[in-house]
């Protein structure tokens, strides 16, 4: 089945700086790779997804990129705020396949 | 918001106990997910049910169960607990569910803790 491996495991960045967090998947079959932000007592919520027909994706701050032969796709998050601190999930899938999760980032960011 | 809702929000129980949680989808959504998340483990999908009938199996034991209704409602059954089964039990739902994966929308959860 898939693996999705996610780095780092925690991140630290000024406010105002850019985050850039990391995930590789093992299934070449997988072609949609969401990420979500969780916050403390709250359920994962969609920020941004992309498609495996589609290099890049941006919606504002928050762009990702997607390598498939290199089978690795990343958040990027730029002009960090305090609010954008939370823990972010990558997942990946086939089609019609179930989502496989990364283990997670905990996004801090230091005013 | 993401529309889906979850009861109850926490659930305390004993061991050996068997308890019901309860999913509602967004207006429109016919499939439904349950995944299970812990500290050790992550967020690990247990189960999906689209327009009533289950579509995919994950990590769930055989303990547990769940259904869709006609509504689109969705419960899902822990039974025989054990102390590793507390957790968070989230529910997402998505319009289809079906050849394309689509959008997963997440509810707030249910936080179980079994003593």
């Known amino acids: 089945g898939e693996n999705v491996e996610q780095h780092p495991s925690t991140l630290s960045v000024q406010e105002g700086d850019s985050a850039v967090i990391k995930c590789t998947y093992s299934d070449s079959a997988s072609n949609y790779f969401p990420w979500y932000k969780q916050e403390l007592g709250k359920g994962p919520q969609l920020i941004i997804d992309?498609?495996?027909?589609?290099g890049e994706k941006k919606d504002q701050r928050i762009a990702v990129t997607l390598n498939k032969t290199a089978k690795h796709f990343s958040l990027h998050i730029t002009e960090t705020q305090p609010e954008d601190s939370a823990v972010y999930f990558c997942a990946a899938s086939g089609a019609g396949e179930k989502l496989t999760f990364g283990t997670g980032t905990r996004l801090t960011i230091i005013p | 918001d993401s529309g889906v809702t979850q009861t109850p929000k926490h659930l305390i129980t004993a061991t050996g106990q068997r308890v019901t949680l309860r999913c509602s989808p967004r207006?429109?959504?016919?499939?439904v997910y349950w995944y299970q998340q812990s500290l050790d483990q992550g967020l690990q999908f247990l189960i999906q049910?689209?327009?009533?009938?289950?579509?995919a199996k994950g990590n769930i034991l055989e303990r547990f169960s769940a259904q869709q209704f006609p509504d689109l409602h969705s419960e899902l059954n822990l039974s025989s607990l054990e102390l590793g089964d507390s957790a968070l039990y989230f529910c997402a739902s998505s319009v289809l569910g079906g050849v394309i994966t689509d959008t997963q929308y997440f509810g707030p959860g249910t936080r179980l803790t079994v003593l």
């Open positions: 049910y689209y327009n009533g009938e289950e579509r």
């Open positions: 207006s429109g959504d016919l499939s």
């Open positions: 992309i498609r495996s027909n589609v």
